[in-house]
Nanobody, 125 residues
Framework: QVHLVESGGGLVQAGGSLRLSCAVS????????VGWFRQAPGKEREFVVGMAWIGGRDQYADSVKGRFTISRDNSKRMLYLQMNSLKPEDTAVYYC??????????????????WGPGTQVTVSS
């Protein structure tokens, strides 16, 4: 079982930046995929970015490519989401998630088995 807790959300003006953090507790991170999802008011939860904890190619949603960057600090067991050039449509609750490592599509929300409680990001225009 993987335990996840997000932090770093807040209010930012359009064009600004925020960095979200996610503390990851797992016995074997090397066999884990991690990702970020978000859910805007009145909308379904959607994929933002996913990666294997060790190696592998990052996979981004088209809506955030070139603006958001996923990274991790293995020694601290922390996952990050750097968000630049934020837009009002990025306003959402952001969740980090984990699943057993797989070669399958990392955007498939149903394949993730552990979720954090979420952190609110609000981008004002």
């Amino acid at each position: 079982q993987v335990h996840l807790v997000e932090s770093g959300g807040g209010l930012v003006q359009a064009g600004g930046s925020l960095r979200l953090s996610c503390a990851v507790s797992a016995s074997t991170l090397s066999s884990t995929d991690v990702g970020w999802f978000r859910q805007a008011p009145g909308k379904e939860r959607e994929f933002v970015v996913g990666m294997a904890w060790i190696g592998g190619r990052d996979q981004y949603a088209d809506s955030v490519k070139g603006r958001f960057t996923i990274s991790r600090d293995n020694s601290k067991r922390m996952l990050y989401l750097q968000m630049n050039s934020l837009k009002p449509e990025d306003t959402a609750v952001y969740y980090c998630a984990a699943r057993p490592r797989s070669v399958g599509d990392r955007s498939r929300m149903g394949t993730y088995t552990s979720w954090g409680p979420g952190t609110q990001v609000t981008v004002s225009s």
